[in-house]
């Protein structure tokens, strides 16, 4: 799979974000483009890439982000136990109860 998280065609997309790149082909097209420069823009790669991705998720508080993340980041053979330390990190930034809310999301996929 891509760096790109929005590279996923129409049908492997959650049905919010497949029906806007059905809809919408043109600004999908551009979205993806975006995310593909901004993965490439650094020295960073794979798995540190995807644990970057599930913090910003866990940060904005996106159960939908943190699930893709964390089944992308499975599917690339990073450890369960790493996906749930990022969100357990989230504890001194964003507090206690939002730490938690992210770990649920994580075992929603890792279990």
């Known amino acids: 799979m891509a760096d790109n998280d929005a590279s996923d065609?129409?049908?492997e997309l959650p049905s919010a974000a497949g029906r806007i790149a059905?809809?919408?082909p043109d600004l999908w097209e551009?979205?993806?483009d975006l995310g593909k420069a901004s993965a490439e823009a650094g020295p960073l790669e794979g798995e540190t890439k995807r644990l970057v991705k599930l913090a910003q998720a866990v940060g904005t508080q996106s159960e939908g982000a943190v699930h893709s993340h964390t089944r992308r980041a499975l599917e690339e053979g990073i450890e369960p136990e790493k996906l749930k330390?990022?969100?357990?990190l989230a504890v001194t930034t964003?507090?206690?109860p939002e730490a938690v809310a992210a770990?649920?999301?994580v075992e929603d996929i890792t279990e």
């Open 30 to 32: 551009q979205y993806t």
């Open 103 to 105: 770990l649920t999301w």
């Open 22 to 24: 059905t809809e919408y």
């Open 94 to 96: 964003q507090g206690f």
């Open 9 to 11: 065609l129409p049908d």
């Open 85 to 88: 330390h990022v969100a357990l």
